[in-house]
């Protein structure tokens, strides 16, 4: 069966059949309100939350063909719905969801010429807001085109913003007043004047290529620049969401862009498993004690497939090259190279309970077509498929997108794309398989390393959008760059405690393991808190975080917590609130630290472990090395084991 919704309320009012000037469109505690108004013949809107103003008087609208819907316009027919509902997430950085809000839909025709129109939605939540536009039949004519968004953000007062980057280290901060930019790439994170924060993002990106920021505009203002194909009949646009919060954490807690997309389309989405994976890429030309090189063969799969069932360790990753040159047209990804048994590696896995995901290039996947090869990978017995380097345009890298979820989840099969996909906007919701992305830097990909400000920041603003693979959890921090292995190019700054704190920070359905297993027991007792990391958490909640500085999470497990923070170059000493713990409750806590000395370019893998117990009294002061990090692993000792 599906994954289970309680719908609590859903009524639906006509509010106006007549031409009005405005409207206050409200959320369902009141307190952000939107309004839309149509004085003086220009469209605009405006937003207050919490009795702040976050947004002036904003035009917008659009220009479609050669009818400019941002003036000498008329309002017309608004219908409000208010909805509540719980669902039950399958991949969610929460087991449960609640999703709240007013629905206003309205009808936007040209004066005098009632019969060009399009109908906008909004839908207002008690911390954001998202609207859509929607194109029915008889507002299409023959052929339509939406040439440009006409919408200008008329932010209240100057701000700081920060956004994604790709393979990079993210954008800002950058005072608006001071820097024209004209593509910005989302989500956006926004400080705003007042101190409030909100982020810009898209919701449900299916069809079309996804907007960016316009940030080269004057004074405040914010554009989006969108690219649209003609179109014969309906259609309706992604949601433009804005996320809004009194911190940054905030905005990483909220569930709008799930909320956002449609229901879970799989019927039984039971098979759907997230997990922590071993992946041979980065272990390829590691030399064990025992003599054992690792290689692109299935003895190294089956060692690493030995190692994770011993070690509460989900999957296997098997990555690029195992069918052949990746990039090459010939190489076919329904057989396996020289030294690869695919059928034996699978087997054996399947006998010792780890799943199988295999790396799909999008080249072979054309070339010997998509379906096909799905199809063999799911008669091999592979659990997942981890697809890279999509190419073609932005929208039919959208459309691909979306047709290889689809054809997945018929074969049962996760997905993870790499490799610059097309934002997360909240999809996962409708198919719960696409479990990750590779929506940041990855470490030691793009043949770098990024510094511990890029691992602050990307738990911020990265993960806004949705759930990401980074490839965490390095422990041979000294050496990998320059013992043989020819996937590691550069060295990698940190320190080890910061590398298992990314595991909790960094919310994923496929916690991607980069290093040897020698590795991990070398520092065994290190490790231990990685096995006791669960497939799956309970719960998402920042304890605090400052953009630039320093993130702490922590995460549910049953009745047990992890808490990971991390911080940038500096040192730091922070206190942990630890009153969202039950009242009535016990802990042991399991401190993984940083050493007094702990730095992440000269002292990485040096750290120290001690236990002590807690509760919702306890206010716990974690220190962190320059660069480095700390682990909490809060185990419950009220209760029977």
Known sequence: MKNKTLILLSFVSLLSCSKQDDFILSSPNGELQVTISNKDNTSAFSVIFAMDTILKQSTFGLLVDETNYSENVSYLDLTKTEFDEIWTTVNGKQSTVRNHYNEYKLRVAKAKEENKFHEIIFRIYDKGFAYRYNFPPDAIGDSLKIEQELTQLNINGDFTYWAYNGENHNMGPIMRSGKNINKVRIPVVLQLANEKF??????????????????????????????YSSRKESFRTSWRVFMIGDKIGD?????????????????DPSWIKPGKTMWDWRVWGYKAQDGFEYGLNTKSHKRLIDFASENNI????????????????????????EGIDIVDCMQYAKSKNIGVILYLNDIGAKKFGLERVLKQFSEWGAKGVKYGFMRGTVEEKVRQTRNVVELCAKYKLTVNFHDNPIAPSGDRRTYPNLITKEFGHSQADAKKSYFPETAVNQPLINMIAGPLDLCNGWFDLNNAHKEGRPRV??????????????????????????????????????FDCIRNIPAQFDSFKVLDARLDEFVSVARKSGTDWFIGSLTNRDSRTIILDLSFLPKDKKYEAT???????SHFLHNKESYTIRKQQVNFTTKLSVKMGAGGGNVIYLKNISDPQ
């Open 314 to 337: 989900q999957y296997l990753l098997i990555d690029a090259d195992w069918y052949g040159s990746e990039f090459s047209k010939t190489s076919n990804p329904t057989t396996s190279r």
């Open 198 to 227: 909100m982020a810009i993002h898209e919701a449900e990106i299916v069809e079309f290529a996804p907007f960016s920021i316009n940030a080269s505009l004057n004074n405040q203002l914010l554009g989006f620049n969108t690219t």
């Open 251 to 267: 905005l990483v807690e909220s569930n709008l862009l799930v909320n956002l997309n449609e229901p879970c389309k799989i019927e």
């Open 489 to 526: 190019f550069k060295e990698i700054p940190g320190t080890v405690v910061a590398e298992v704190a990314k595991l909790i920070t960094i919310y994923t359905g496929c916690a991607v393991l980069p290093d040897s297993p020698e590795e991990y027991l070398n520092k065994d007792d290190l």
């Open 591 to 597: 401190l993984y630290e940083d050493s007094e000395d």
